[in-house]
């Protein structure tokens, strides 16, 4: 998953980023408003957490901006003000959730898992396909009942596939939302991920779960169909 935090606090948002890495979610910070309404344009977002007090143009601009154009990425909007009137113009602005400084990590963290579940059309938080089961909420993942060690970036990249079972991914697309703006996209990172999962997937002569589609992509699913390898 791949967050945007909008924060012009170096310092905080320096450290919301660190944490949300340590958590496996791909992150990119926008100091400014003219920013994050920059980057939310080049990039695919599965959140974006908005400081309201930003230079430029403030959070409940780029908010607003980001609803004027059509995006339905989830806000979780961040803000020292704790008024019943601020939270319902932060709400009122297109924000799906609300936050009030200072706050706990732990909150900030299932607030967007909220949100992701609710934007990923009320998946469930436990995806199964076929002997693998993944759980979002503790961000690990059994296969025939053995626990798999993952990297975090290993657990991210298993996580985005689960969510999308059975449909073929493109390089692209999966770059987008596992990696975060300093990825180079020439680079073989995402096949050396890819071939590190299929050896730690189908130990012990599990049969393969992630499958090439050539010139597509990959898929996660039981059968790989006519170029699945």
């Known amino acids: ?39 939310s344009a080049l990039n695919s977002y599965d959140a974006i957490v908005l400081d309201v007090m930003l230079p430029r143009r403030d959070g409940l601009e780029v908010c607003r901006a980001l609803r004027n154009r059509g995006s339905r990425v989830p806000v979780l909007m961040l803000t020292a003000r704790d008024t019943v009137h601020d939270k319902i113009t932060g709400l009122d602005a297109g924000a799906d959730d609300y936050l009030t400084k200072p706050f706990a990590f732990g909150e900030l963290l299932a607030r967007l898992r909220a949100l992701l579940r609710r934007g990923s059309e009320l ?37 985005f596939l689960a969510r999308h079972a059975g449909r073929v991914l493109s390089r ?27 050896r730690k997937l189908d130990a012990d002569g599990a049969a393969p779960l992630i499958h090439t589609r050539r010139g597509a992509g990959y898929v996660l699913a039981q059968t790989g169909g006519a170029d699945g390898a």
């Open 123 to 159: 998946l469930p938080s436990v995806l199964t396909v076929g002997d693998l089961v993944v759980d979002t909420r503790s961000q690990t993942a059994r296969r025939r009942d053995r626990a798999l060690l993952l990297t975090a970036k290993e657990y991210a990249l298993l996580e």
């Open 172 to 198: 692209a697309e999966i770059c987008a939302h596992v990696w975060d703006e300093n990825h180079d996209p020439w680079s073989n990172t995402l096949e050396v991920n890819i071939n590190r999962l299929r």
């Open 1 to 39: 998953m791949r967050v945007l935090i909008v924060e012009d606090d170096p310092r905080l948002g320096n450290t919301l980023a660190k944490g949300l890495r340590e958590q496996a979610y791909a992150v990119d910070v926008a100091a400014d408003g003219e920013r994050a309404l920059g980057l």
